[in-house]
């Protein structure tokens, strides 16, 4: 899945990753459950998968995964 690290583009439901910083250190992922701040100042309220919800402050060690687009299909 592609990653982004233009934190402007994020979203609700869009999952951060954080990748660990010293050697067998693992990465975090949480969910974006809300967006705060204004643009250029983004911060996110996210529920990481410990199931703590923090505030996040985006640093150059994160990167966003675009959350999965329901695909519907409709006959008509």
């Known amino acids: 899945m592609a990653q982004i690290k233009d934190w402007s583009k994020a979203h609700v439901g ?3 990753v954080v990748e660990g910083h010293r050697t067998g250190e ?3 992922v949480g969910e974006i459950l809300e967006v705060l701040g204004g643009p250029g100042h983004e911060h ?3 529920r990481w998968d410990d ?7 985006p640093s150059n060690d994160a990167t966003i995964q675009p959350a999965k687009q329901s695909k519907k299909t409709t006959r008509k």
Do not use: A, G, N, Q
Request: charged share 40%.
């Open 51 to 57: 199931d703590r919800e923090t505030v996040f402050f």
């Open 44 to 46: 996110y309220s996210v």
């Open 26 to 28: 693992s990465r975090r």
């Open 14 to 16: 869009d999952l951060v």
